[in-house]
């Protein structure tokens, strides 16, 4: 993955890597314990994930304590790393830190760039548009070649957006709409065309699903995604078990991916082990794919080169870290990215929302005596236990998941910093905080429902035809 690994592990052997790996882990632990100075303690963080990277990079395998090289095969769970280093990759996330992922370190161990205020400002001014407050608040957070698609885009270079979704079930949450809320505000910024994946295969090789199920899931929520209001002459939705046989094109775009992509490469990058079915082993390449626009001749007209920015969660960097590095080797642009931070469970910031568990997540069926319940009974608090300690010493927003949630549907800006200022100073209490989540929330899945509700058959239909798009290539 020569983009997102330094060069330094040099010619040392998997053994010196793990040796010196061990003892780094022993200074980052004493330093915490003996609670060094915190920029003595990042440093030793820095260079301990580092090590961690070359020794993947070398062993093919995750770095496990008391676990020497090659006596241990790679499982696809990693488990959260015995320093506490938040776990993050396309099937897990979780922390121990209540304020949720550090996304700085995260940066420096995916390689990939912050979105600094100086890109921010960039945007504005390419666009011509306020950037979205996504951009504004740091939810999407880090990129990769974003300034390159700047500077084409400048030159009157077009690109496209490619995104996704797994369909693992029928019920959409919150969470789920991060991507799409974004990638619909860049279409409609950029006029570009959009393409976007439903992995039902991805889901039936992994979940315990019939082929059946995730092609309606598919079908379903393509419904909640158009939804968000996508442009049908400007996006291809596609589920790949459909597009999969009906695109000779794609189909060569996914098979030249598999032929630049060994099994060790995979496994060192996703955890693959022996007993992982051969399904998964070559689903990569098929996330890979729709990054490449002559996946899709009907809308690029046979061009190869039309550069694709993906905006996703950044759990989903591992695929296109993969893409990138395959990319050049035969013949095609590298995809951009824009990565976005998780959306946390209403139980707090240590992990994401799951489709899995009703309680941890407010989802897009729920009615607005529902969304009252659980915002009341479950979003974690960061206010104090009574009344009167809450107006004496304040409220944390920073762990405050009612806080979390305004930071991201809250529009005006300086509504949300009187909120947060209020909460901290104890003058806005808890309950109250919570009624202007539910305020701001209720509204949102209301219209998102009335809105859904017009999406017919037909419609859907139209949207999942391979066909061309309002674009001139
Ligand atoms: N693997 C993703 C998921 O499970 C779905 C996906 C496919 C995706 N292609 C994508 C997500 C591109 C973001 C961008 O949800």
Redo the contacts with the bound molecule.
Sequence with gaps: MTDCLGDGAGDMTPMDLYEKLTSQGDTVRTLKTEKAAKADIDAAVQLLLKLKVDYKQVTGQDYKTGCPPSECSVSQDNGPAADGEDMVD?WNVSTTNAKGVDYDKLIVRFGSSKIDQELVDRIEKVSGQKAHRFLRRGIFFSHRDMHQVLDAYEKNKSFYL?????P?SEALHMGHLI?FIFTKWLQDTFDIPLVI???DD??YLWKDLSLEDCHRYAVENAKDIIACGFDINKTFIFSDLDYMGASPDFYRNVVKVQKHVTFNQVKGIFGFGDSDCIGKIAFPAI?AA?SFSSSFPQIFKGRKDVQCL????ID?DP?FRMTRDVAPRIGYPKPALLHSTFFPALQGAQTKMSASDANSSIFLTDTPKQIKNKVNKHAFSGGKDTVEEHRKYGGNPNVDVSFMYLTFFLEDDEQLEKIRQDYASGALLTGELKKRLIETLQPMITSHQERRKQVTEETVKQFMTPRPLNFSF
């Excluded at 490619?162 to 797994?166: F, H, I, P, S």
């Excluded at 993906?310 to 969660?313: E, H, L, R, S, V």
Aim: proline fraction near 19%.
């Design positions: 396309p490619y995104t996704g979704r797994g693992s991507p994946q439903l992995t991805e889901k996330q729709p993906i905006p996703c969660a989903q695929y």
